[in-house]
């Protein structure tokens, strides 16, 4: 097993070896030329070269940038994604993310990590552990999701989180660590903040 392999499989892997160090580069050439496009040609070139680098995308895709990743392949993102400002993946470990998923500004996915014994993590040795999103997500500004994390369905992940464990479907969870508040409820349906109500009828 090389170490490609072992990173893929979760275990333990040198990220300089086995051709990873010339895979994170054809990835900057790609985010350099996503960062560094002109606004006036955004709209018709940041999809296309979103959809180059990552593993998988639906029809409609939306990153402002700038955006960071290790890989772009070990990233798939369902239909109507979209992410503010800021958005950094370390992809080392799958990231899956499904439908109607939105990310405010500076959100940050980290499947990486290291051992925490000083001569373990002296190694060189590094790990990567998945991370999955389900559908109609909404993650706020400023969140960092750790590795192993899945965030259920229909969530929402108050700004300034640090989400270390799983976060199960149709929840309202925020802090550090992250824990959840409460249960959306068909209740919610027809409140915008708090307590406003929509003043229209098409939502």
């Given at each position: 097993?090389?170490?490609?392999?072992?990173?893929?499989?979760?275990?333990?892997?040198k990220a300089w070896l086995d051709g990873l160090s010339e895979e994170r580069?054809?990835?900057?050439?790609?985010?350099?030329?996503?960062?560094t496009t002109q606004p006036v040609e955004r709209r018709e070139k940041l999809p296309a070269i979103?959809?180059?680098?990552?593993?998988k995308t639906g029809k409609r895709i939306?990153?402002?940038?700038?955006?960071?990743c290790d890989y772009g392949w070990n990233i798939?993102?369902?239909?109507?994604?979209?992410?503010?400002?800021?958005l950094t993946v370390?992809?080392?470990?799958?990231?899956?993310?499904?439908?109607?998923?939105?990310?405010?500004?500076?959100?940050?996915?980290?499947?990486?990590?290291?051992?925490?014994?000083?001569?373990?993590?002296?190694?060189?040795?590094?790990?990567?552990?998945?991370?999955?999103?389900?559908?109609?997500v909404w993650i706020g500004g400023s969140v960092s999701v750790l590795p192993g994390v899945t965030i259920g369905d229909n969530c929402v992940i108050g700004a300034g989180s640090v989400v270390t464990r799983d976060i199960p479907p149709n929840s309202v969870a925020a802090g550090?660590?992250?824990?959840?508040?409460?249960?959306?409820?068909?209740?919610?349906r027809k409140f915008y903040f708090k307590d406003r109500e929509f003043d229209v009828t098409d939502y």
């Amino acid at each position: 097993m090389d170490q490609k392999e072992r990173m893929l499989a979760g275990l333990p892997y040198k990220a300089w070896l086995d051709g990873l160090s010339e895979e994170r580069e054809a990835c900057q050439r790609l985010i350099y030329e996503f960062n560094t496009t002109q606004p006036v040609e955004r709209r018709e070139k940041l999809p296309a070269i979103l959809k180059k680098l990552l593993g998988k995308t639906g029809k409609r895709i939306w990153i402002e940038p700038p955006f960071h990743c290790d890989y772009g392949w070990n990233i798939e993102v369902g239909e109507n994604f979209g992410a503010n400002y800021n958005l950094t993946v370390l992809d080392v470990g799958k990231v899956t993310i499904g439908d109607n998923v939105m990310f405010a500004p500076n959100v940050s996915l980290y499947t990486a990590g290291h051992p925490i014994h000083p001569e373990s993590r002296n190694s060189g040795y590094e790990y990567g552990i998945p991370i999955t999103i389900g559908n109609n997500v909404w993650i706020g500004g400023s969140v960092s999701v750790l590795p192993g994390v899945t965030i259920g369905d229909n969530c929402v992940i108050g700004a300034g989180s640090v989400v270390t464990r799983d976060i199960p479907p149709n929840s309202v969870a925020a802090g550090n660590p992250c824990r959840v508040l409460r249960t959306i409820t068909e209740a919610d349906r027809k409140f915008y903040f708090k307590d406003r109500e929509f003043d229209v009828t098409d939502y």
